[in-house]
């Protein structure tokens, strides 16, 4: 009939004349989900101005031609768009983008921003190992914590962690570190840096006087630092810490005895027990950070000294950061009864609780035998990639390099014609990443070296990057 002649021409002027927005709309997700999908795009677009106000939107049966999706998703997108405010239906004439919108500005990186993460050149320290077999075991006990969650994941829990966790938690500190404790005394933390500022926070005051290894690890020192506390440094030797030479009045010190950061060395069971001994005299609290004692090469690792202190003044810190990754965001501390409370509470005002469903997948980990096999791999792994950066760094003539039989990273003696912080820009053009000694003094003399990372990169590419230092520094 010429009427529908009509009318069927008019329809196809009108959808030939709009704007195809729809090549502004990337691919919908699989049928159930398209529909606030589709919303939200439509929303974006018009808060960013890609719809103008007033504009007619396209006919519902063309756009859901264009898009591949049924037209009834559509429709619903279009209500929600009207529901909203965002968008006004006119009888017989279609649907409009509403006269006044909110606008939305995109955010415009400053040149000095990166839009997206560098990855960190070989040598770096603080990055993890990527085990794939790990990894597909933590993806499988996430899935299975998804598939039937607990009511534990819909409140608020414990602001100590999960009773599990911290039960599994304590059953590998007393086998695998000596630690003395049980659940109760142990905290879930984001990793060591919360643990570190939960324990300064509850038990020491504004200016109260603290000492911390010299050198020492810059994250600790700048947590003691923040909190308004008066820092002094305490030698380090082969033996380790030296609290011969404590300063009077500190309340308290932070210690890495089994692995001393960044020097590496292990400290002395004399120091050990001189250490425990000033902190039972003098009521000072002793901050052991023990953030990589399972990666040991040469025999089982070091008891930590949290197990031979007999009057609860040790506050024993670790982190499941180096052994699994960062990105897990789960760490422990394992507190003495006169502090507990106080962490607590605390931990409630500014972090309420960890997060359930990380802990329950670590729970599973770890009471599965999968953590043991885990470690087992990394050992391996961490090792070989230590061979083939000393194996690159030795390349040097005048590289002179101590090979760790703990931990995640080693130090290098420099010539001295060659200050450390000439020897970072001199790495880092050579695709090494190092961090200068001399910059994790605190206040004695400072050290000239450089201590480089060899966790969480194939032992090629470590080996090839030192490769090239080695070359670039020759003869200096």
């Known amino acids: 009939m010429p009427l529908d002649r009509k009318s069927t021409n008019s329809e196809e002027k009108i959808r030939t004349n709009l704007p195809d927005w729809s090549s502004l709309i990337p691919v919908l997700p699989t049928a159930g989900k398209r529909t606030p999908a589709l919303y939200r795009e439509l929303r974006r677009l018009i808060e960013a101005g890609g719809i103008p106000p007033g504009a007619k939107l396209p006919p519902s049966r063309d756009l859901a031609g264009r898009l591949k999706t049924s037209r009834g998703s559509v429709v619903a997108a279009f209500e929600m768009l009207i529901a909203e405010g965002y968008a006004e239906a006119r009888t017989g004439a279609g649907t409009f983008v509403a006269g006044r919108v909110p606008t939305v500005k995109p955010t415009i990186p400053a040149p000095s921003e990166s839009v997206a993460p560098k990855m960190p050149l070989p040598g770096t320290l603080g990055v993890a190992m990527a085990d794939a077999r790990t990894l597909g075991l933590f993806r499988t006990l996430l899935a299975r914590h998804l598939a039937r969650p607990g009511p534990e994941h819909f409140y608020y829990g414990d602001p100590r962690g999960g009773d599990a966790l911290r039960q599994a938690i304590a059953a590998y500190l007393r086998q695998a570190r000596g630690v003395r404790c049980e659940a109760r005394s142990i905290v879930i933390t984001t990793g060591t840096q919360q643990g570190i500022d939960l324990v300064i926070r509850s038990a020491l005051a504004v200016g109260d006087r603290v000492m911390i290894e010299d050198p020492c690890y810059p994250s600790a020192r700048a947590a003691l630092a923040g909190a308004g506390l008066a820092l002094t440094g305490l030698p380090v030797d082969a033996e380790g810490a030296d609290i011969g030479q404590a300063v009077p009045g500190a309340k308290a010190v932070y210690v890495t005895p ?216 020759a003869g200096r």
């Open 258 to 473: 089994s692995h001393q950061f960044p020097l590496g060395v292990a400290m002395s069971m004399r120091r050990r027990l001189a250490l425990i001994d000033w902190a039972r005299e003098t009521g000072g609290w002793i901050l052991e950070d023990d953030y990589d004692s399972e990666f040991r090469y040469a025999g089982p690792p070091l008891a930590a000294m949290q197990g031979m202190d007999d009057s609860g003044r040790v506050i024993y810190l670790g982190t499941f950061s180096k052994v699994l990754f960062p990105g897990l965001r789960l760490g422990y501390a394992v507190l003495p009864e006169a502090l507990l409370d106080e962490v607590i509470a605390l931990r409630i005002r500014t972090d309420r609780s960890p997060p359930t469903l990380a802990e329950a997948a670590l729970t599973d980990l770890i009471r599965e035998g999968h953590f043991s096999a885990h470690l087992r791999r990394a050992r391996r792994q961490a090792q070989a990639a230590r061979d083939a950066l000393v194996a690159g760094l030795s390349t040097a003539q005048n590289l002179t390099v101590d090979v760790p039989d703990q931990g995640l990273h080693l130090v290098a003696a420099l010539p001295p014609s060659l200050a450390d912080t000439q020897a970072v820009e001199i790495a880092r053009q050579a695709g090494l990443g190092v961090r200068a000694l001399s910059a994790m003094a605190v206040t004695h003399a400072q050290r000239q070296g450089l201590v480089i990372g060899f966790s969480g990169f194939a032992p090629e590419v470590l080996e090839a990057a030192a490769r090239r230092f080695a070359a670039a520094i």
